[in-house]
């Protein structure tokens, strides 16, 4: 079953060539966080898939990732080895991987941006070196101070891991001797948590960049208690903190709609009405679209091609993959008429879907994100008054609207 329900308007499908390939390397984890949309949520095609990735199968996508380089002549291209938890494979392993990766991509021509997404409990001094000397960025997991993060996030017996992610941090600093190499941190965006003690602590640490993910909720499972407008205000008082204190640290979610409010063409999935193509590797060589998507439905991701049979150009165009990079694509109707659509491209795909009308729905976070956006625009016009040569607007949705 791909992608049911939802609208496909090839007429929006501004043809972008993959940027980024995420490869799932491994297909289990050693945590068991209570919100995990892989485990936790309605797919469960996991269970079926290897534990591992193998050889074969690395070589094989290597071979289609340096394929397709040279049919976009494509100067550059993001791998990011994903999971599961990825460093489960082992240190040598996943240095193989990256090697095989890179090596294929170099005899294209095609620069590699190596990266590594892990819960970070397993970051050992030998798997720091071996990331370390492939130049390979690694973001972790995690969701602020040891009493927040342990709530949710914890391994197979219930206990919490913030201090194993700590040591694999120190481990990561102590070995690069500064932070070229920690990509920075994805946090689970938790409304009974006072902004200001998320903010505090991901400046206390020292991270260059965070992220604050929306809960993976859609229609059917959107908490009964929820009250519209929540998170967003939730992310306003967080932005507010945030843009009255002078630090170093890069908060995406806000960098990202203050470049659209300004002018800037691409976000990524979770706003933006284009963002960078993505594609999915499982470990069975199967292609898939964004992963997030699984907690919608089983098989949802599934594009039927595999590295095996089929090369990375029959997959690039299809409306599961261009749904999530050339919003329009597949935006409801609402959406596209929407004075923000250019900002918040509809939010994340997944965080529309219901039973009843599929993904042809707007997200259920589509009053927080209002308030959102709305709430950064006007702060960006009364930070930049006195510069007429700066325009805060978002009118291009217009070129949208007038083709519904």
């Not at 485990?39 to 690395?58: F, G, H, K, L, N």
């Not at 070196?129 to 996030?153: A, M, T, Y």
């Not at 967080?238 to 063409?265: A, C, H, P, Y």
Request: glycine share 8%; hydrophobic share 40%.
């Amino acid at each position: 079953m791909l992608f049911m329900n939802i609208p496909s308007r090839s007429e929006f499908d501004q043809n972008h060539p993959v940027r980024t390939a995420v490869i799932k390397v491994a297909s289990r984890c050693n945590l068991a966080c209570t919100y995990c949309y892989i485990y936790e949520m309605a797919d469960q095609s996991w269970r079926r898939q290897p534990q591992v990735i193998d050889t074969t199968t690395i070589e094989a996508i290597a071979k289609r990732l340096a394929e397709y380089a040279q049919y976009r002549s494509l100067s550059a291209l993001i791998v990011v080895a994903h999971g599961g938890e990825p460093l489960l494979i082992g240190p040598e392993r996943l240095a193989h991987f990256f090697t095989t990766i890179s090596h294929g991509l170099d005899t294209v021509g095609c620069e590699t941006h190596l990266g590594v997404q892990t819960n970070g409990t397993l970051l050992s001094m030998e798997a720091v070196q071996k990331l370390k000397s492939r130049k390979v960025h690694i973001g972790i997991s995690l969701d602020g101070p040891p009493k927040v993060n342990d709530e949710h996030r914890v391994d197979k017996h219930g206990i919490g891991t913030s201090g194993a992610v700590l040591d694999g941090l120190s481990r990561l600093r102590e070995a690069t001797n500064s932070r070229p190499l920690l990509g920075g941190f994805l946090s689970y965006a938790d409304i009974s948590v006072p902004p200001i003690v998320q903010l505090d602590y991901f400046i206390e640490l020292g991270a260059a960049q965070v992220d604050f993910l929306f809960p993976n909720f859609n229609h059917d499972t959107l908490p009964k208690e929820y009250r519209n407008g929540a998170l967003g205000r939730w992310m306003i008082q967080l932005f507010n903190l945030w843009m009255d204190r002078s630090n170093q640290l890069e908060v995406r979610t806000f960098t990202v709609i203050m470049r659209l409010l300004l002018g800037g063409k691409f976000g990524y999935e979770s706003f933006g009405a284009e963002s960078q193509k993505t594609i999915a590797v499982e470990p069975d060589g199967t292609y898939h679209a964004s992963d997030v998507l699984k907690s919608a439905y089983e098989g949802v991701t599934s594009t039927g091609m595999d590295v095996w049979h089929h090369e990375i150009r029959e997959v690039e165009s299809m409306p599961l993959i261009a749904a999530t990079s050339s919003k329009a694509v597949s935006a409801a109707n609402e959406c596209l008429a929407c004075p923000i659509f250019s900002v918040c491209g509809g939010g994340l795909v997944a965080h529309r879907y219901s039973k009843a009308q599929g993904f042809n729905r707007v997200s259920v976070y589509c009053e927080d994100i209002k308030l959102l956006v709305r709430h950064i625009m006007d702060r960006l016009k009364k930070e930049l008054m006195g510069r007429p040569d700066v325009t805060v607007s978002v009118s291009s949705f217009s070129a949208y609207s007038h083709r519904v």
